[in-house]
């Protein structure tokens, strides 16, 4: 039986890899991030999925896997993903992103 992703409300769709990896490629379209760096954190984020043993998640709960691994990949991309996912409305909301990106900068050095 395929994983099933609930979105908002009570809509339900089988969980699609394909659609998984154009949204991370587009918040890393242009950046130095290898395409074997891509398929690694996808590789994770199904893990995850598998490991858990669920039928079901939300698509919160994979968004919220999705912007880990692009934050370990590329800052840039994370606030790309961020503020499309977070809903950024305002300059402060853009502001509050950057600055969560930031955060380990000093320990990743991306």
Not at 1 to 17: D, F, H, Q, T
Not at 66 to 88: H, I, P, Q
């Amino acid at each position: 039986m395929p994983l099933i992703i609930k979105k908002n409300g009570s809509v339900r769709e089988a969980y699609n890899s394909d659609k998984l990896r154009r949204s991370m490629q587009i918040a890393l379209r242009k950046r130095p991030v290898k395409a074997s760096e891509l398929d690694s954190a996808i590789s994770r984020i199904e893990k995850q999925l598998q490991v858990s043993g669920e039928k079901e998640v939300t698509s919160k709960r994979v968004g919220d896997m999705v912007m880990l691994e692009l934050k370990k990949l590329d800052n840039v991309a994370y606030v790309r993903y961020g503020s499309v996912y977070f809903n950024c409305g305002t300059l402060d909301d853009m502001i509050k992103l950057v600055e969560n990106a930031g955060e380990d900068q000093g320990k990743e050095g991306k």
